[in-house]
């Protein structure tokens, strides 16, 4: 068990195929891992270990991944499964079919194990629901694995799987994979089939976490659309680093010009620093997106969906109190208080969002920042009870390097390369123009062998 909790899916995969452990073995050893630090860390919401081990005796697909022990975010299905988004009002909801990210997951050899936390429908940039209780960083039990993926990130970070579904709806990928030390890549919009399933602007993303760059790397290859549903020239498995020397746009400010805090910029500029002494030139830039602007159109466009969610409640003649949070509730009052076409003039500010980004990196092959504004913060600041104004600043003082590409539709990555004095993790965000996930991945390759993380242990792990 204990080996096995240190290897990558890849590795695992690469045992089945030799012949040197079958996916049982891998299942029942993903299982035990779960159940020796899940108390703690509270990663992995539901189980369904016996349609797991089910499957795992009768062969699932023999794709690249054939056998090795997967997690479902609980925002997202799988057929005949608990799938309560975090919200009370959903605590007994199962899924009547499977999202066909999950489908294209067990096609490539999963096995889904169970759900990982999340925030009510994804709503914060931390783990913490009334429903499921928080999730906390296996680096530090007192401090947030980050969100909405915190679930995913915090399981992978701790050995209870190799890699775990994830979903990002304005850095959920990233922001966890920076808080627990794991690589986090959002794909290109377009690049992965959703199904129907859509935030308002397409600002939703899905993919996964994973401990190495390869796991995701092949990922994506199984994933990405093919043949004629491909909206974007197709990336294929990327293997390891590229040759080309880059120009990556650097800076530290998020788009309102605030700097993050010392140590997050500190440790940016160390990541610049290694990048230059890679070969490739970084030159201090910074994006023209009006910052303000922005975070109203993106309010806007997040607090839409709880507004229709409260609606739908009060139909039902249910107390809104009694089954969603009060942040959810708030969004919803929030939007309700605007003018009838705020949805629509998000959406007009997003499109001019989109071009501004596609012109600025148009100049450049990467763009480095900070993926957060501080490391991360301990468990109940960003909760959803505490009073609505003052969460508001603090998520939005906090989250604010990642949503611009989610409404642009750009892929970026949190690559986990710099851990602060506490010993918390603190990820870099690089991101590249619209379908340039190869570029994106053949420098993690390369900065994964400068500066390894692989073999960087969380207190909490199950090996």
């Not at 199962?94 to 067990?106: K, L, M, N, Q, R």
């Not at 969906?305 to 969004?331: C, F, H, N, R, Y």
């Amino acid at each position: 068990m204990d080996e096995l909790a240190k290897l990558d899916a890849t590795g695992q995969a690469e045992l089945v195929a030799k012949g040197e452990a079958s996916p049982v073995e891998l299942v029942e050893a993903a299982i035990a891992r779960i159940e020796k630090v899940n108390p703690q860390v509270n990663a992995v919401v539901t189980t369904f270990y016996d349609k797991a081990l089910e499957e795992a005796k009768a062969g699932p697909a023999k794709g690249p991944f054939h056998g090795v022990p997967n997690l479902v975010k609980d925002l997202d299905n799988l057929k005949g499964t608990k799938a309560t988004s975090g919200c009370r009002l959903l605590a007994e909801n199962i899924s009547p079919e499977t999202d066909p990210v999950i489908a294209g997951f067990e096609a490539a050899g999963f096995v889904m194990l169970g759900k990982s936390n999340t925030p009510e429908f994804g709503l914060l940039g931390t783990t913490e629901s009334m429903l499921l209780g928080p999730c906390n960083n296996p680096w530090n039990l007192e401090h947030s694995p980050g969100g909405s993926s915190g679930g995913a990130a915090a399981a992978v970070a701790s050995g209870m799987v190799p890699l775990a579904h994830a979903t990002d709806g304005g850095g959920s990928i990233r922001i966890p994979a920076s808080c627990c030390g794991v690589f986090g890549l959002k794909p290109s919009r377009g690049r992965i089939e959703l199904g129907e399933r859509q935030l308002p602007g397409d600002i939703g993303f899905q993919h996964c976490v994973s401990r190495s760059v390869r796991d995701s790397a092949t990922a994506l290859a199984v994933s990405e659309k093919q043949g004629a549903n491909a909206v974007l020239p197709p990336v294929g498995r990327v293997e390891g680093p590229g040759k080309k020397r880059l120009k990556i746009a650097f800076g530290t400010a998020d788009y309102t010009g605030n700097e993050p805090s010392a140590e997050v910029k500190a440790a940016t500029e160390s990541v610049a620093k290694l990048c230059e002494e890679l070969g490739h030139e970084v030159v201090p830039a910074t994006s023209e997106v009006n910052g303000e602007a922005f975070k109203d159109a993106f309010l806007a466009a997040w607090a839409s969906g709880p507004s229709q969610l409260l609606a739908l409640v009060k139909q039902m003649g249910l107390d809104p109190e009694a089954v969603l949070e009060p942040w959810t509730i708030g969004l919803a009052n929030l939007f309700d208080s605007k003018p009838a076409d705020t949805l629509e003039k998000a959406l007009a500010e997003f499109a001019i969002v989109t071009a501004e980004t596609a012109a600025f990196m148009a100049d450049y092959d990467v763009w480095l920042t900070p993926v957060l504004a501080a490391v991360p913060p301990k468990t109940g600041e960003q909760g959803p009870s505490v009073p609505f104004d003052t969460l508001y600043e603090r998520v939005f003082n906090y989250v604010t390097y990642t949503p611009v590409h989610n409404v642009a539709g750009t892929p970026a990555m949190s690559v986990p390369l710099s851990w602060s004095e506490a010993g918390l993790p603190i990820g870099a965000q690089f991101a590249a123009p619209l379908g340039q996930e190869r570029v994106l991945l053949e420098l993690a390759y390369e900065l994964e062998e400068a500066r390894p993380w692989a073999d960087r242990y969380p207190p909490v792990f199950a090996g």
